[in-house]
């Protein structure tokens, strides 16, 4: 699962190499808008933001609910280690789902054998 966080830019700090700085939650940073169109993104939008590199430009109303919800995973209990099943796969490794995402990750320490 990834994650993009929604972030203001505050300046263009190097237009040639595409480095824009952003404010997200208080804290200032540079990220990488060259994956934007030229011309695109400038001082005043949001865009969201994932490993350091702005993926698409939102406008102020779906920042807000993009930062909303972030700060209701915040706030939700350490769900990670919820079993969601106890079958296990041809490799013997045990699955956990973290609720609502579907997502199922492995354990390693959980192989046939090691309970």
Do not use: Q
């Not at 480095?19 to 865009?47: C, F, P, Q, S």
């Not at 700060?71 to 296990?88: I, K, N, S, T």
């Amino acid at each position: 699962m990834c994650l993009a966080i929604p972030g203001k830019i505050v300046e263009i700090v190097d237009p040639e190499n595409h480095i824009a700085k952003v404010e997200v939650g208080g804290v200032k940073r540079n990220i990488n808008i060259g994956m934007l169109g030229k011309d695109e993104a400038g001082v005043g939008d949001y865009v969201l933001i994932h490993v350091g590199f702005a993926m698409s430009k939102v406008d102020e109303h779906e920042a807000n609910v993009r930062r909303a919800d972030v700060a209701a995973v915040e706030r939700a209990p350490d769900l990670a280690d919820e079993p969601c099943r106890r079958r296990r796969g041809r490799n013997g490794v045990a699955s956990l789902r973290v609720r609502g995402t579907g997502d199922c990750k492995p354990r390693e320490h959980e192989r046939r054998g090691d309970e």
